[in-house]
């Protein structure tokens, strides 16, 4: 008899919270509905209820293993709860779900993906499910099926028949048809049955019906499951079975499910159509049994679901279509169908696919649908129709069903009745069985099974019946729960009895015990030193005496049948014991809890005891039953078993549990154990006392000699007494030891275990061994061997005894125990083939493995001596070098078995193919490679006995500082490199997420991990009030201070950026000036700061670039754009009220304020969707629209723009808002930039008259809004080489004006919008656009940029431009002012990089100065940048490279005045033309060479930004004109900041601040213009918070070139010549290239030495540099290698390599772009740079880091031999420890206290000390 403890009462605690559940108050009504006639008819036929009670439950356990989960069903509320019950307060909700009707069933189930579904012809099915798991809860109503996921995802399907119930399977979920009782009264021929099993395995399947194969008939043909009298009574997922009770032939039949072939489906299929064929088509339909009357409807959510704290909270489905598979039959009947089922947005790729997967033999189950769906709704039901017009819509409507699966016949058993229930269970030693509860006969039936060799199929046995009214499984004591006749608990393993249940706390259960005790023929000492030893027997509260419990319990362990009647009748004849308590039902079995259902009512839910606790026992226990026979191997389980849970027994430590156990295993080989004079090991707390009992005394006052002789003879003066004299120098004192006469037993040799006394002690010994090596086992071994010790003199097994001495010399005697077994008796045992009369020994084995001695295989237990297997491995492939991926497993290891020596299996400890080896790995990786596939972690090698460890270590420390590169996360873990591991763990996290979108250009984060010190004081510079906001508050301010620590470069940059305060007036008034002059006075300087004030949005835009994550649940703030200013002393307000300024002058401003706004928003805020887009819409008046247009476009430069849906889109473009338009044309086409995207097209094509049909209507669409969309055009098919695209754009850029009053005002920027889009969708194609001959787009473009007569238009345009512009008269010629700044660009952009030179001719500047009058100078400007693109190899960042470009005519007469005038020569044209030329040959190296701060490219920009920076305050500039200067100078100005993007350089940021500084009337040509320059220069050299560069890939430098197009507008609402939204394109050319190092352990950012080297080419080789990061690295496809500190006495940090050649590169992209850092590890001992000088953190750690030398002298050297072990002993003078330095392995301390046996190794190339015995600390 075993006791469980108290019996808690059990209340489901989903009734609890039923209890305070509003119900349905508040949930809309559910939707009236018509009820088709048949399925009315089914369901008033249908009188079987599922569940009878009013609520029901099902409990099972977690995932995690940890705790239940409880599904409780009330009415139409299902609560899904979880927590153990008992435990206050750790029962919580996670979803309640309430629904429009009654709950019939509700389940937990498991869906997959399947993404190989549908499989295409020849593939094969694969046994297994296939794609991601889908966790679900499965609700079912009388007409629908709700399926609710654990990712929150909802489905709903109709039910099209009645369902009597949902069985969850290892595939999805198996669905049963109620049958009508009229169908069973009157069935049908079988062949025009309709199927009773159907199946569902994703939420978006069909219901399908399912095949059985090998039916009853002995046919093999596959058919439907469409026999009535077949009722499920069981699924299983694993294996995947099912079981099913005929009621005509009453037996039970048991099939294998599995996935349906597509053979079988084709059979199937040509049975149904010869069928459908040879009858008329109605009448075939209806008597086919593959066709059924499926429903179609739509489904609405009608399941309202709450979470606990949330109430109100509703998640509804929203309709979409399901995924469908292909008719089979395109050609009969069968035409597309209309079915729906809900589910939420978030579809799985897995379901696309599917969809998408083609499939010819896909259907053989017709769907017909005669009437409406009986669901609920949307849509009115119309009255049934007749039966021919329902056949034709019949017809109409069909499609065949594929089955999904299939059922294998495997068994057939007649039974005496119908199971109520069935279960599947294991026995202790692995035995299988089935067992089916039949109630009527009061009788469980098991069946014994097991798999097929190839694990396919399943065999069944013997059958055996249990008398029993009810059963359960405990899966985790491979036991099961039984109630017997007299309604009492057992417990049961397989057919075998263990023992009663003692219950307590149970109403009727009486205190007193229970009838059965278990045979216990043992005594147990109770471990406790205020007890003396009992009896188990004594623990009995009965009178008998012992001698009827012997009696009683003499009974062995065996089959039930043959047994019972004898128990029954023992126990019945006994009248002393009471009665045991009436439990009716068991139900809710998890691990090791069960729930029993009392008599009375109530329901209590116990805990059985586990089987140990002792991790000693468990491994015993466990290689016991590896190596004895199973019979034996069951009788010692279950004895055991019933022995630690006897009631009276309480928790007990680990030598209490291993004292029992080893007394119950002696009794079982048959020892007397109360004559076994065995001792207790050592203890501190002195709990152990001998096991043979004695008589307990009175306590004397008086001292005697016998307690100095006791404290002597004690086990720990015998453990410790001789090394503490040594130490000490004394005199060795001990007690003469008196002979004692021995008691010496009996033992039993007709116990059931004496014949495998050698497998016994021989198991126990590889235990022993295995424990010898992980230091916290070590304990353990000294209980063991006492034991051990025992056998093995029993056994006259002499080295065994010679060993455990050596071991324990204190515990275990020189010549062992005596021995209880005699000689005779001994001799007759028969040793197992693999027991070897040499101990084995783990640690000599080793120590001959590193000698070089290849020894004998060592015999091990598999998932027993794991330990020792994987140092054996570890040790025998370091001293072999053998290869990992062919390790001769036999070599080294022995693998032992019962009944002798098995063939080897092959243990799989190949490397992993996701990770490939290097071809010649080193020994040192080799080891660190094959520890992490064995599994070992870092903390089970500081677990290892330190001598053991030392190989391990040092191939650890060997590999640490530079380890393979592709290598798993794991192995990292191994070397203690966490800073590797980060980098894979991000990477792998960001392929994840990811997924096919890993180049994804929006796929960029914002670093999320500040340090906190930096963290608050970023807040206390920030601006508290909201209103005072700058846009810049989201900052890495602990990055930015790190990377310039020694300037204010940082705050400078925001005063300069800040627009959102008012600015000061800082003028002083004259005495001669009035106060209202001098107020007027004070707003003009106001308009003219005003000016310089509005530009400052879009540099704002470029510095918070990607720097914030925004919170959804707010909207985005937005800093204002303040005109206003203040006057000193007293901070007067001033605003613009007094004199005129231009209307609508902030306008465009506001619009780049938004869009600044936006674009602090980083691409991979995967939260933003089209709610919050819509949410940030402006609700008021004060509100700006402008800025949310701009807002628009920003989301669309970061992606965000993909998720808004086309409804909102619809809503913002019916506004007719100009700048909305504009703002969301350009968003959308970037964010679908390259697709080719139809929709897009279609929208953008609204817009934009040529992409129109002729005849459509004309609409009224707003200039800017087409120039948005054309070059939108550009964006969507950009690098594609579309020829119709190309083709309309080319004829765009010569639009006429007209017709009438159409397209008369900005046609400049039309046009050149048209170019630019040219250019892009042809970028670089100039020389392959083979297709694109006939079009002479070269000839076109050079005819728009030279001019010429007009060509004759054709297509569209040929009738539409027959009536003239009213306004603009053009002539027959080309009006090359507005045509060829995009022709000219588009010229340079299409023939990119070609090298075309007939090309490039096209753009040399005229030679002579007649042809150079013909040319404006600002063309000039554009011919340079484009022939700069054509010639692109050929630009070099020299003088002589810019100079080349100018006309020798042009030079000699620059710079000449006076009398150096040549008479004749316009001066001022030639000045122009020079200044143009040089600033278009400047914008040519800052496009090549942007973000790479190149040197040389910088001191030539620089160079000519000093020189035209100069010209603006000399008379050149009136001989050239100030505007010429001025808009050169913008355009050197922002060509230097590209190439220095990113870098911050104190420099260009000195010039930016003086060009910003004029202001005011001295600088009339300082325009809107310029300033917005500007700061688009301060914006690229501070690009995203220092954190951004510029990439020179082909679309980025269009982008840059679009951005930065050298055509700036002269007031803030200019549009003529270049779109001002199109200045934020530079996006496309941002990415993020700096790289952050951050401490791995501390998570603050640091610094790193970084050694980057580059690429070969032509123009240099083998380029390095070094420098300190955070830095800013170049592109990476111009580089080869990056190295993190590398290897050096000086660095502090462990080196990192990223090298362009492995897979490390898509590493180093990874960290660059999430923004997280790059993680490095500092190393032990040392400072972070700019911490410390020296790095050192203390003295004591520079010389245990440099010190290489150890001092230490010998004082002695005793050497002393015993067989087998040297021994030297060391005493050290002065110190309390030596430090040796062991070939780099790093410093190991030996204590210089106590004995050291150490050798010094050598194995083959390692060279390691290796102490066999010995404390060692690291």
Request: include cysteine; charge should be negative.
């Amino acid at each position: 008899m075993i006791s469980c403890g108290d019996a808690q009462e059990y209340v489901p605690f989903g009734r609890d919270y039923i209890s305070c559940h509003p119900g349905e108050v508040g949930l809309p009504p559910a939707r009236p509905t018509t009820t088709p006639p048949h399925l009315d008819l089914l369901r008033q036929l249908d009188t079987v209820s599922i569940n009878a009670s009013k609520d029901w439950w099902e409990v099972r356990q977690s995932a995690d293993d940890l705790t239940e989960e409880e599904l409780y069903v009330s009415g139409s509320t299902v609560v899904w709860s979880r927590g153990l019950a008992g435990n206050i307060g750790s029962r919580q909700i996670i979803k309640s779900m309430t629904c429009d009707s009654p709950v019939q069933h509700a389940l937990f189930a498991t869906f997959y993906t399947y993404p190989d579904q549908p499989a295409l012809l020849g593939e094969p099915i694969p046994e297994e499910p296939t794609g991601e798991s889908i966790p679900s809860i499965c609700i079912v109503e009388s007409d629908s099926l709700s399926i609710y996921t654990v990712d929150g995802e909802d489905y709903s399907l109709a039910l099209p028949f009645p369902v009597r119930k949902v069985w969850p399977v290892k595939f999805g979920v198996l669905l049963e048809r109620q049958v009508p009782g009229a169908e069973i009264a009157s069935p049908k021929p079988e062949g025009e049955r309709l199927p009773t099993f159907y199946s569902l395995m994703h939420p978006l399947d069909e219901i399908n019906p399912v095949l059985v194969v090998s039916g009853y008939s002995g046919s093999v043909r596959p058919a439907y499951m469409s026999d009535l009298n077949q009722q499920a009574v069981f699924m299983s997922e694993d294996p995947s079975i099912c079981i099913l009770y005929n009621s005509s032939s009453n037996s039970h039949t048991i099939w294998k499910v599995r996935r349906a072939k597509q053979e079988e489906n084709n059979l199937v299929l040509q049975t149904t159509v010869q069928a459908n064929l040879s009858n008329s088509p109605a009448s075939a339909m209806f008597s086919n049994p593959g066709l059924y009357l499926h429903s179609h409807s739509h489904s609405h959510s009608h399941s309202h679901l709450t979470s606990p704290g949330a109430p109100g909270n509703s998640h509804s489905p929203t309709p979409t279509s399901s995924r469908t598979r292909p008719s089979m039959f395109p050609n009969m009947w069968v035409t597309p169908k209309n079915h729906h089922q809900a589910q939420t947005p978030k579809n799985h790729m897995a379901t696309l696919s599917r969809t998408q997967s083609p499939s010819i033999f896909s259907g053989q189950h017709l769907r017909l649908t005669i009437s409406p769906s009986p669901s609920r709704s949307p849509y009115p039901r119309t009255p049934c129709t007749p039966l021919h017009s329902a056949l034709n819509e019949t017809l109409a409507e069909s499609e065949p069903l594929v089955p999904d699966l299939c059922l294998d016949h495997l068994w057939t058993d007649n039974s005496l009745g119908r199971a109520t229930k069935a279960f599947l269970t294991e026995d202790s030693v692995g035995q299988r069985y089935l067992c089916l509860m039949l109630s009527q006969a009061g009788m469980l039936r098991c069946i014994k099974y097991d798999y097929t060799n190839d694990r396919s199929s399943l065999i069944f046995g013997s059958i055996s019946s249990i008398p029993a009214k009810d059963a359960l499984p405990i899966k985790t004591l491979k036991m099961m729960i039984v109630v017997d006749g007299s309604s009492s608990l057992s417990l049961y393993t397989g057919v075998v009895h263990v023992s009663r249940i003692n219950l307590l706390g149970l109403p009727t259960f009486n205190s007193s015990l229970f009838k059965d005790f278990s045979s216990l023929n043992i005594s147990s000492r109770l471990q406790s030193p205020s007890t003396t030893p009992l009896r188990r027997s004594s623990l009995l509260t009965s009178s008998r005496p012992a001698s009827a419990l012997d009696a009683k319990f003499e009974v062995g362990l065996s089959p039930v049948i043959s047994e019972r009647s004898n128990f029954e009748g023992s126990f019945s004849e006994d009248t002393g014991l009471p009665l045991s308590s009436a439990i009716v039902a068991l139900r809710d079995p998890t691990d090791t809890r069960v729930t029993l259902e009392h008599a009375s009512g109530n329901f209590y839910r116990i805990t059985l005891p586990e089987m140990t606790s002792s991790p000693l026992v468990k491994h015993s226990l466990t290689a016991l039953k590896y190596i004895l026979p199973r019979e034996a191997a069951l009788k010692l389980v279950n004895k055991w078993y019933a022995t630690r849970n006897a009631p009276g027994s309480g928790d007990f430590s680990p030598q209490g549990e291993w004292m029992m156990f080893s007394m119950m295993l002696l009794s079982m080989i048959g020892y007397d154990t109360d004559k076994l004079a065995l001792m207790c090991p050592v203890e501190t707390s002195g709990s152990c006392s001998p096991l043979v009992a004695t008589k307990k005394f009175r306590a004397a006052e008086s001292g005697s000699d016998n307690d100095w002789e006791y404290m002597l003879s004690s086990p720990f003066h015998m453990a410790a007494g001789n090394s503490l004299s040594e130490m000490l120098g004394l005199q060795r004192v001990g007690v003469v030891q008196k002979s004692q006469e021995v008691n010496s037993g009996s033992v039993n040799t007709k116990a059931p275990l004496f014949s495998h006394l050698p497998a016994i002690l021989f198991a126990l010994h590889l235990v022993y061994e295995d424990f010898k090596l992980n230091i916290l086992h070590w304990e353990y071994c000294s209980l063991l061997v006492t034991c051990l010790d025992q056998l093995a003199s029993d056994l006259q097994a002499t080295h065994y005894l010679h060993h455990y001495w050596r071991d324990f010399p204190t515990i275990c005697p020189l010549h062992g125990p005596p021995s209880q077994v005699p000689v005779e008796e001994a001799q007759k045992l028969t040793f197992p083939a693999y027991f070897t009369m040499n101990p084995p020994h783990v640690l000599a084995h080793l120590y001959m493995i590193m000698g070089g001695i290849e020894p004998e295989p060592f015999p091990y237990i598999p998932q027993v001596c794991t330990t020792t297997k994987n140092i054996i491995l570890l040790y025998s492939v370091a001293a072999a070098d053998c290869s990992l991926q062919d390790i001769p497993l036999e070599r080294f290891l022995r693998r032992i078995s019962s009944s002798g020596q098995k063939p080897f299996v092959s243990i799989d400890v190949s490397m992993s193919p996701q990770y490939p080896l290097e071809k010649n790995p080193s020994i040192h990786e080799k080891i660190v490679l094959l520890t992490n596939q064995l599994g070992l972690t870092v903390r089970d090698i500081q677990l290892l006995a330190p001598g053991v460890s030392l190989l391990l270590m040092n191939a650890q420390h060997m590999c640490r500082t530079c380890p393979p590169q592709d290598w798993p996360a794991s192995a990292y873990h191994l070397i203690h490199r966490p800073d590797l591991v980060a980098h894979r763990e991000e990477a792998a996290k960001n392929e994840k997420e990811t997924g096919s979108r890993g180049k994804d250009p929006f796929n960029i984060k914002v670093r999320c991990h500040r340090d906190p010190d930096s963290t608050q004081e970023a807040r206390k510079v920030s601006p508290t009030s909201k209103d005072e906001e700058d846009g810049m508050e989201t900052l890495d301010m602990d990055m930015l201070a790190l990377r310039w620590r020694e300037d204010q470069r940082i705050s400078e940059v925001r005063r300069m950026l800040c627009s959102s305060r008012a600015v000061t007036i800082n003028i002083i008034q004259r005495p001669e000036v009035s106060d209202h002059e001098f107020l007027e006075e004070q707003e003009r300087h106001l308009y003219a700061l005003c000016i310089r004030t509005m530009s400052l949005p879009v540099g704002r835009g470029m510095f918070t670039l990607y720097s914030s994550a925004p919170v959804i649940t707010e909207t985005l703030p937005i800093p204002k754009l303040n005109l206003s200013g203040k006057a000193p002393p007293r901070g007067t307000t001033i605003d613009l009220s007094t004199i005129e300024v231009p209307p609508n002058m902030d306008m465009w401003p506001h619009f780049h304020n938004g869009v600044a706004a936006g674009l602090k928003i980083a691409p991979n805020c995967g939260e933003i969707d089209s709610t919050w887009i819509v949410y940030n819409k402006p609700k008021g008046s004060l509100d700006s629209p402008t800025e949310h247009a701009g807002f628009l476009m920003a989301l669309g430069l970061n992606g965000h723009l993909r998720n808004l849906a086309t409804v909102n889109m619809h809503d913002y473009l019916a506004r007719g808002h100009e700048m909305t338009c504009v703002g969301l044309l350009l968003g959308i086409s970037v964010a679908k930039r390259g697709t080719m995207d139809i929709q897009t097209t279609k929208l953008l094509s609204v817009h934009l008259e040529c992409l129109l049909p002729p005849t459509s209507t004309e609409l009224d669409v707003p200039h800017t809004v087409q120039v948005a969309a054309i070059i939108g055009v550009g964006l969507v098919y950009q690098d594609t080489a579309h020829r119709h695209m190309a083709e309309v754009l080319l004829q765009e850029i010569g639009r006429p004006p007209g017709p009438e009053m159409e397209n008369s005002n900005d046609r400049e920027s039309y046009s050149l919008a048209a170019g630019l889009a040219l250019g892009l969708v042809l970028f670089g194609r100039g020389g392959e656009a083979a297709g694109f001959t006939d079009l002479n787009i070269a000839g076109e473009l050079y005819h728009y940029i030279e001019g010429g007569h007009k060509k004759p238009l054709l297509g569209v345009h040929k009738d539409k431009y027959k009536s003239p512009s009213y306004q603009i008269k053009e002539g027959d010629c080309v009006n090359i002012d507005v045509t060829a700044p995009g022709a000219t660009l588009a010229l340079g952009m299409i023939y990119f990089r070609s090298n075309n030179k007939a090309i490039a001719e096209w753009m040399v500047a005229p030679s002579t100065p007649y042809l150079l009058d013909q040319v404006r100078p600002d063309f000039l400007l554009l011919r340079t940048i484009a022939l700069g693109l054509i010639m692109w190899d050929n630009v070099l960042p020299t003088s002589k490279w810019i100079e080349s470009h100018v006309p020798s005519t042009v030079l000699t007469h620059v710079h000449r005045g006076g009398s150096q005038s040549t008479p004749g020569i316009d001066y001022e044209s030639m000045h122009q033309a020079y200044y143009n030329i040089l600033a278009g040959a400047c914008m040519v190296i800052g496009l090549k060479f942007a973000g790479s701060a190149n040197s040389e490219a910088f001191q030539i920009l620089w160079k000519y930004t000093r020189m035209f920076t100069s010209f603006t305050k000399r008379s050149v500039a009136e001989l050239a004109g100030k505007s010429t200067i001025e808009t050169c100078l913008n355009v050197i100005l922002l060509s230097l900041s590209m190439v220095m993007a990113g870098t911050g350089d104190l420099d260009v940021l000195r010039i930016i601040r003086y060009l910003r500084s004029r202001v005011g009337p001295s600088n009339s040509t300082v325009g809107y213009g310029s300033h917005l320059t500007i700061h688009m220069a301060l914006g690229f050299l501070f690009l995203g918070g220092g954190r951004f560069s510029l990439s020179t890939s082909n679309m980025a430098i269009a982008a840059l070139l679009i951005a930065c197009f050298p055509k700036f507008p002269t007031h803030s609402n200019d549009n003529r010549y270049h779109l001002q939204a199109l200045r934020h394109l530079y996006v496309l050319a941002a990415e993020p290239r700096l790289l952050i190092p951050v401490d791995v352990d501390t998570g603050r950012l640091c610094q790193v030495h970084v050694s980057v080297r580059f690429k070969d080419t032509d123009q240099y080789r083998s380029q390095t540099f070094e420098a300190m990061a955070p830095l800013m690295l170049p592109e990476l496809s111009k580089l080869s290698q990056v190295v993190i500190e590398e290897d050096s006495a000086s660095h502090r940090y462990w080196p990192v390599w990223f090298s362009a050649h492995n897979k490390t590169w898509s590493v180093l992209e990874t960290l660059l772009r999430s923004g997280e850092g790059l993680a490095v590890k500092l190393k032990d001992g040392r400072y972070p740079y700019g911490d410390a000088p020296s790095g050192f953190q203390v003295q004591l750690a520079h010389l245990l880091t440099q010190d290489k030398s150890a001092r230490w002298t010998m004082k002695k050297f005793a050497s002393s031999k015993v067989p087998g072990l040297e021994m030297c002993q060391l005493e050290i003078l002065g110190l309390e420890s030596c430090q040796l330095d062991i070939l780099g392995l790093g410093l190991c301390q030996l204590d210089s206290l106590g004995l050291e046996i150490c050798h010094v190794i050598k194995i083959g190339q390692l060279e390691i000390l290796g102490p066999e015995i010995g404390r060692l600390t690291f």
